[in-house]
């Protein structure tokens, strides 16, 4: 299964804006609207921030949005925070035999 | 509240077997599907396959095919993941999670990870 494309790294100041990117192609993220976005931090499990696209579970903060044009999806976490330093991972539905695909995974670091 | 909690690490060695169970609580077992992810030490995220605890019913990824085969004890409200002939390259954290988000798509509940060494 191919993975998703991500940047390798992403950082910003505190109270920055930043975009993460995560780049498939019309047979998942094109094609479907399901796609979701994980906060992992050291030696935790990952913890879901965003799915299908743009909805935010319960609890998490609305700091975090998601979108998506085209074969490209998009996390922005704004008002960048010191806790949000961790790794972020997308992923996408592609077919019924493949219900799930991740992203290679994008590290935040706040300056 | 919701969890998942799963057994604890393993030691194996190439060509064995093992066997990784997650129990589910808070909820009722039946209702959402159980996916499995692995994670290699500082490697992305590998999504393994998943299983519907009500029917039986699965899905594996092809990378996975006739090496893994997941089943659930409903009594016991546990899902299971066993992996065979295992190599080193097996070595990873191995996480079960679900999504108890009606109509949609992801993982928001996930298991505390199980590491699993494969190694002479």
């Known amino acids: 299964q191919s993975a998703l494309a991500q940047p390798a790294s992403v950082s910003g100041s505190p109270g920055q804006s930043i975009t993460l990117s995560c780049t498939g192609t019309?047979?998942?993220?094109?094609?479907?609207?399901?796609v979701s976005w994980y906060q992992q931090h050291p030696g935790k499990a990952p913890k879901l921030m965003i799915y299908?696209?743009?909805n935010r579970p319960s609890g998490v903060s609305n700091r975090f949005s998601g979108s998506k044009s085209g074969n490209t999806a998009s996390l922005t976490i704004s008002g960048l925070q010191a806790e949000d330093e961790a790794d972020y991972y997308c992923?996408?539905?592609?077919?019924?035999?493949?219900?799930?695909?991740f992203g290679t995974g994008t590290k935040v670091t706040v300056l | 509240q919701v969890q998942l909690v799963q057994s604890g690490a393993e030691v194996k060695r190439p060509g064995a077997s093992v066997k990784v169970s997650c129990k589910a609580s808070?909820?009722?077992?039946?209702?959402?599907?159980i996916n499995w992810v692995r994670q290699a030490t500082g490697q992305g995220l590998e999504w393994m396959g998943w299983?519907?605890?009500?029917?039986?019913?699965?899905g594996y990824a092809q990378e996975f095919q006739g090496r893994v085969t997941m089943t659930r004890d409903t009594s016991k409200s546990t899902a299971y993941m066993e992996l065979s002939s295992l190599r080193s390259e097996d070595t990873a954290v191995y996480y079960c999670a679900t999504l108890t988000i009606p109509r949609s798509v992801g993982m928001d509940v996930w298991g505390q990870g199980t590491t699993v060494s494969v190694a002479s």
């Open positions: 808070g909820y009722t077992f039946t209702n959402y599907d």
């Open positions: 299908d696209v743009s």
């Open positions: 992923s996408s539905y592609r077919s019924s035999s493949t219900p799930c695909v």
């Open positions: 299983m519907n605890p009500h029917s039986g019913d699965t």
């Open positions: 019309s047979s998942d993220i094109g094609g479907h609207d399901y």
